[in-house]
Nanobody, 120 residues
């Protein structure tokens, strides 16, 4: 009942910046955590950053200090500002959200993914 649509991915040079956006729509009692994951070829999907409805954040060590996650609680949108991008940041980035229905049962939703390629 919740749909997530990412935008903002693309090709960027090392040291450059990109801003990913994720728009949510649909029906849910509430959306608690929202975050970003990524998956590079040959690797498992990994957590990049997560933000709670209260604004608490958590980052992977590899992106700490370079990436910033934020959200608009009124619209249930989540953003990822990526700075000083490195070659190893190349991956498909997925928007993620945990939503509760009227019975307070949690369901995890995923976007289709957005390719971020860091290359000179």
């Amino acid at each position: 009942q919740v749909q997530l649509v990412e935008s903002g991915g693309g090709l960027v040079q090392p040291g450059g910046s990109l801003r990913l956006s994720c728009a949510s729509s649909g029906i849910a009692y509430s959306i608690d955590r929202m975050g970003w994951y990524r998956q590079a070829p040959g690797k498992e999907r990994e957590l990049v950053a997560v933000i709670s409805s209260g604004g608490s954040t958590n980052y992977a060590d590899s992106v700490e200090g370079r990436f910033t996650i934020s959200r608009d609680n009124a619209k249930n949108w989540v953003y990822l500002e990526m700075n000083n991008l490195k070659l190893e940041d190349t991956a498909v980035y997925y928007c993620n959200a945990e939503a509760l229905n009227l019975r307070r049962i949690a369901t995890t939703y995923w976007g289709q993914g957005s390719q971020v390629t860091v290359s000179s």
